[in-house]
């Protein structure tokens, strides 16, 4: 079950810019809008501060805005890529379509972040992406993120886990 918003993360840029990310990916779906006027609109209208501004008014004050836009861009620009990868993942009967949108939005940002060569350790990405599901959505849909981006992380980035098996 989708929840009204995310959870605030405080003086977190990094965290910060990948829930704007989900926020625009999610927008960009939803709208059909370009890439680039998205993570314009974003930068101009939610991204930097405002006074007590914050998550609850739509804002991401604190937000890297550089790993914003290059999680973003990467998340779009490789969709179809990300897109195949994330259907060989997820099981039969969960389907990219049928997937929350929201929750497409998550798992493109994290898949295009574990795609990123020069990316945070998997680890890392996974954690990040967990949170912030957990920032959006109650029940089992965080787990199910959690399982999907840890079966792609270990696809995409096997050196991040040495001696451990494949999923």
Same mark, same amino acid.
């Given at each position: ?52 501004? /914050? !998550?609850? $008014? #739509?804002?991401? %004050? ?7 836009? *290059?999680?973003? +861009? ?60 957990? /920032? !959006?959505? $109650? #029940?089992?849909? %965080? ?7 840890? *079966?792609?992380? +270990? ?13």
């Amino acid at each position: 079950m989708a929840k009204s918003g995310s959870s605030a993360t405080g003086a977190r840029p990094r965290t910060s810019a990948r829930v704007a990310a989900v926020q625009a990916l999610f927008q960009a779906e939803q709208a059909q809008t370009p890439t680039e006027r998205v993570i314009d609109e974003f930068v101009r209208h939610r991204l930097g501060a405002a006074p007590g501004s /914050g !998550f609850e $008014d #739509g804002r991401a %004050p604190d937000a890297d805005v550089p790993l914003f836009g *290059r999680i973003v +861009r990467a998340a779009t620009a490789q969709q179809d890529a990300l897109d195949a990868l994330l259907a060989a993942t997820l099981t039969a009967d969960w389907p990219m379509e049928r997937l929350d949108p929201v929750l497409r939005a998550l798992l493109r940002a994290g898949c295009a972040e574990l795609w990123m060569p020069d990316g945070p350790p998997a680890r890392v990405v996974i954690n990040e992406y967990l949170d912030i599901a957990h /920032g !959006f959505f $109650d #029940g089992e849909i %965080p787990n199910m993120a959690n399982g999907v981006l840890d *079966r792609l992380a +270990r696809r995409l980035r096997p050196q991040d886990f040495p001696g451990e098996a494949a999923v």
